[in-house]
T-cell receptor, first 115, second 110 residues
Framework: NAGVMQNPRHLVRRRGQEARLRCSPM?????VYWYRQLPEEGLKFMVY????????ESGMPKERFSAEFPKEGPSILRIQQVVRGDSAAYFC?????????????FGAGSRLTVL | TQLLEQSPQFLSIQEGENLTVYCNSS?????LQWYRQEPGEGPVLLVTVVTGGEVKKLKRLTFQFGDARKDSSLHITAAQPGDTGLYLCARLEYGNKLVFGAGTILRVKS
């Protein structure tokens, strides 16, 4: 019973390149959340998705960042034209629908380094 | 969004000692969650508290939710090196959005 799977675990990009982070939720979970953890800061909410729908993207930067959770396949967080300030750990979490929706299971994170 | 303040920011103690970390806000929580995060890993949920005055125990960890539901504490008895990590409190907002405090880094030395 695999947990939330994120890949890659580590990603290095040069300024201006694109970063794609993937998240496969736990089996049976239909809700996916992305959080960002900057050095010396806490976890910050970015986006909440259900299959083929963005429910809440209030934490997403207005430019360069996008997220999707297609009908088939993992959720993807995409960062275009990365800058050094995007260097952070990006965590995905998932939860089931219904009464367990407020119990989030986090993945181990993807650590992005922008050179 | 009201901030969650956690204290202390950093705590270094010897194995066997007791400790308490705190989570405070100026506004009322509907519910509060505590997580532990180890280096290189994601946060792991420890407990959810919902009712004012509630006390929950998880082995050597005791979680308390303030009567007014504006504060919470985590007490660890006889700390062990395996307790080392970042302890985060988080408030659950509408739409399953978690608002985290900055955390308390705990180091237990053997």
């Amino acid at each position: 019973n695999a947990g939330v799977m994120q890949n890659p675990r580590h990603l290095v990009r040069r300024r201006g390149q694109e970063a794609r982070l993937r998240c496969s939720p736990m089996k049976g979970h239909s809700h996916v959340y992305w959080y960002r953890q900057l050095p010396e800061e806490g976890l910050k909410f970015m986006v909440y998705l259900q299959k083929e729908n963005i429910i809440d993207e209030s934490g997403m930067p207005k430019e360069r960042f996008s997220a999707e959770f297609p009908k088939e396949g993992p959720s993807i967080l995409r960062i275009q034209q990365v800058v050094r300030g995007d260097s952070a750990a990006y965590f995905c979490a998932s939860s089931p629908a219904g009464t367990g929706a407020n119990v989030l299971t986090f993945g181990a994170g993807s650590r992005l380094t922008v050179l | 969004t009201q901030l969650l303040e956690q204290s202390p920011q950093f705590l270094s103690i010897q194995e066997g000692e007791n400790l308490t970390v705190y989570c405070n806000s100026s506004s009322v929580f509907s519910s509060l969650q505590w997580y532990r995060q180890e280096p290189g890993e994601g946060p792991v949920l420890l407990v959810t508290v919902v009712t004012g005055g509630e006390v929950k125990k998880l082995k050597r960890l005791t979680f308390q939710f303030g009567d007014a539901r504006k504060d919470s504490s985590l007490h660890i008895t006889a700390a062990q090196p395996g307790d080392t990590g970042l302890y985060l409190c988080a408030r659950l907002e509408y739409g399953n959005k978690l608002v985290f405090g900055a955390g308390t880094i705990l180091r237990v030395k053997s």
